[in-house]
Each structure stands twice: as C-alpha cells, then as structure tokens.
C-alpha cells in the first residue's frame, strides 16, 4: 500500500497503523477485479474469445484515496496522527496488542459491528453508550 502512500500518517507511533476503510470496507479493491471479470465474461459469450484481467490493489487503492483526500479540505480528516476518526484514535476502530505480542485490528464502526464489541469485551453499555457518541 506504500507505493500509493496510503496508509502514511495514520495509526499510532507504538502500534501498527490501524486499516483503512480503504481495504477492509471496499474488499481490497476487489471491484476492479470483479469488474474486469464481468467485462470479460461479456467478451467471452460474443465473441467465443477468452480475455486477460489485470487488477491490482495499488490500483484500486488509490482510486479510493479521494475520498480522503476531500475530508482532508472539508476539514473532517487532519494529517496529525491518531486524531481522525478512522486511524486509531477510538476504540472501536484501533488496533490493540494480543497476548502473544501480535496485534489485531478492530474496526467496529457499524452499529450490528459495535454492539459485538460491547458483547464480546464485556464492557459496560452505559459507559460506551455508542461508536458517535462523543464518548470515544
């Protein structure tokens, strides 16, 4: 993901970068692929001729940057570490040391998603009243 430099800038300095919706929310980009497939699928049943598919998730990532790129002008994305919404500053979406020493990422920021979290890590609801509450 460094050759198109997401992914720079975000997460903690003491952990590993949180993932971006970039990949978990968008299938690794996998719409180029599925895209290409398609094409080529249509190709294939006119003209009984097979095709190549060339998709590649640096592609598909930097198709996807934009989006950050306009909540960096309109002000919701800042460049400072760990202080936007997506890259490790809540606690629904971070990643968090295992007791192996490995890490695993969480990124519960759906309602169905957050109320698993609230589940599974037997916190107390009231205290974690919701992912938008104001509270992270």
Request: hydrophobic content about 40%; proline content about 6%.
């Amino acid at each position: 993901m460094n050759i198109t430099r997401v992914g720079v800038d975000i997460g903690r300095e003491d952990t590993p970068d949180p993932p971006l919706n970039l990949m978990d929310d968008y299938a690794g980009c996998s719409h180029f692929l599925v895209m290409g497939m398609l094409a080529a699928l249509l190709k294939a049943k006119t003209s009984g001729v097979g095709q190549m598919i060339d998709a590649a998730i640096t592609d598909g990532s930097a198709s996807l940057m934009p989006m950050l790129y306009s909540m960096d002008k309109l002000g919701a994305w800042g460049p400072k570490r760990a202080s936007n919404l997506l890259d490790g500053t809540t606690h629904f979406y971070d990643v968090y040391e295992i007791l192996d020493g490995d890490f695993v990422s969480i990124g519960s920021n759906e309602p169905q998603f957050y109320a698993l979290l609230i589940e599974k890590r037997e916190l107390d609801p009231a205290a974690f009243a919701g992912p938008m509450s104001g509270r992270c």
